[in-house]
């Protein structure tokens, strides 16, 4: 929320968090280092008592009661905070308008009585002071001086809670970007006309044009009336986009179900089952090799092609149905090769079954389970399997005929020597000449 607004308000694309250095660190560094060092915790030493004390008033009270539901986007801890900082931009404009800080004197006055309402920070709170970094783009005259005052007007948006100014010009820091020469035809490229694209070309020239029109009216760059509008235009601009987003975020959430597995997406579990069912069927007969193929081209097209244009729900549902293909594909393939070493080739069609093991204690030893799916996402337990030396199935295969909670389940033993096929099928048959059940 605090970054430097432009006279069209927040312009994300003229503004970002930038290296923080001594003075201005080369690219060299930060290619070597392999990351820029946008935010910097500061010392407490290295700030005085004043320093200290402003920061901390600084920070919003509001939103202390709320620290346990800090990570739920949009939620009580996020809306404290942006609506702290817009009474803060408002406040800033309150106070031009008032007359007020003119004197030093008159805005600690200002600031004193801010502070009395804000109170102190609540008991055991400890917090870690931060400078942060930005680099920002605008449009100004040829001179250096003309610049300076551009730059020093988007430093004052930056305001604490009382609405005074607390962003500083780096020294050094405001260099001309002249353009460039182009290759073709020799003509001087203004690097506003070329240098950018569209959206950030429309708003350096929106921005300047504020600025000349208001320069005309004679309110110059950084002057009282200018500060005023751009905070009021800031703080109804975060509350616009806060509460646009928030609406978006619980439009989003609404359309959200949450599979088995955990993932939430907009595709409804059922729907995701019979994803899974189609994949598994494109996969029969292919070699764990092959499905490893179809998950890499799958998982491109999803990423790198239907990825590209999102435009509406349909589009999502088609990303997340093909990337959970590429999902199934690659399972299958370790899985394949995961039961053909555990149980044999007669086992390898277990996996596009929907067929999985787990190995558990028994009350004779190590037993491998057999789980089949079920019609409606959940499992049955069809098969158990004794396990001897090296973990490996001995003896015969034992069909699941009940399960009953706290009791050892029903079994009846499969042909020695031979693995089941279908699991779920084999048990379904078993169960209905034993128990009289019929397959669902």
């Known amino acids: 929320m605090r970054s430097p607004i432009h006279r069209c308000g927040d312009q994300p694309l003229l503004h970002q968090t930038w290296e923080i250095g001594g003075g201005y660190t080369s690219w060299e560094e930060v290619e070597e280092r392999g990351y820029r060092r946008e935010l910097a915790p500061l010392a407490p030493d290295d700030l005085t008592e004043d320093e200290r004390r402003r920061l901390e008033a600084d920070y919003p009270r509001e939103v202390f009661p ?19 900082y817009c009474q803060t931009l408002d406040r800033a404009a309150l106070m031009i308008e008032q007359g007020r800080g003119l004197t030093e004197d008159d805005l600690r006055q200002w600031a004193a009585t801010l502070d009395a309402e804000r109170g102190p920070l609540p008991d055991g709170v400890t917090l870690t002071y931060w400078r942060a970094h930005f680099r920002v783009e605008f449009l100004a005259g ?10 020093e007007e988007l430093a004052a948006t930056v305001v604490d809670y009382a609405g005074r100014p607390i962003g500083r010009v780096v020294d050094g820091s405001v260099e001309p970007e002249d353009g460039f020469r182009n290759a073709i035809d020799g003509r001087w490229m203004h690097p506003a006309a070329s240098g950018m694209g569209e959206l950030g070309r429309r708003a350096l020239w929106e921005d300047y044009a504020e600025v000349e029109a208001r320069t005309t009216a004679g309110e ?14 800031a703080a109804d601009q975060l509350r616009e986009s806060f509460t646009r987003s928030t609406g978006e975020y619980t439009a989003h959430e609404e359309k959200l179900n949450t599979q088995p597995d955990g993932p939430r997406t907009y595709t409804s579990p059922g729907m995701m089952r019979l994803v899974t069912a189609n994949a598994r069927a494109a996969a029969e007969g292919k070699t764990p090799s092959e ?6 081209d799958a998982d491109h097209m999803a990423r790198r092609v239907y990825g590209k244009v999102v435009e509406n729900d349909e589009d999502v549902r088609r990303i997340e149905a093909t990337e959970q293909r590429a999902k199934v594909w690659a399972k299958l393939a370790d899985d394949i090769e995961t039961v053909t070493d ?3 080739e007669a086992a390898a069609g277990w996996p596009l079954l929907g067929v999985t093991w787990r190995q558990t204690d028994g009350e004779d030893g190590p037993v491998l389970e057999i789980w089949a799916e079920t019609s409606d996402g959940g499992d049955d337990l069809v098969g158990l399997w004794p396990l001897g030396e090296g973990a490996k199935p001995i003896g015969p295969y034992q069909v699941v005929l009940r399960t009953t909670p706290g009791q050892q389940a029903r ?19 078993e169960r209905s000449r034993w128990l009289g059940v019929q397959p669902d």
Not at 420 to 429: Q, S, V
């Open 142 to 151: 040829y001179d250096e001086a003309s610049a300076r005052q551009r730059a």
């Open 220 to 233: 110059p760059v950084g002057s009282r009336p200018v500060l005023r509008d751009m905070y009021r235009r």
């Open 342 to 344: 555990l149980a044999g």
């Open 411 to 429: 079994t009846v033993p499969y042909p020695l020597g031979f693995t089941p096929p279908h699991p779920a099928k084999g048990a379904a048959a």
């Open 66 to 84: 709320h620290l346990g539901i800090r990570g739920a986007h949009y939620g009580a801890w996020e809306q404290g905070h942006v609506a702290d």
């Open 291 to 296: 499905l490893r193929k179809m998950a890499e």
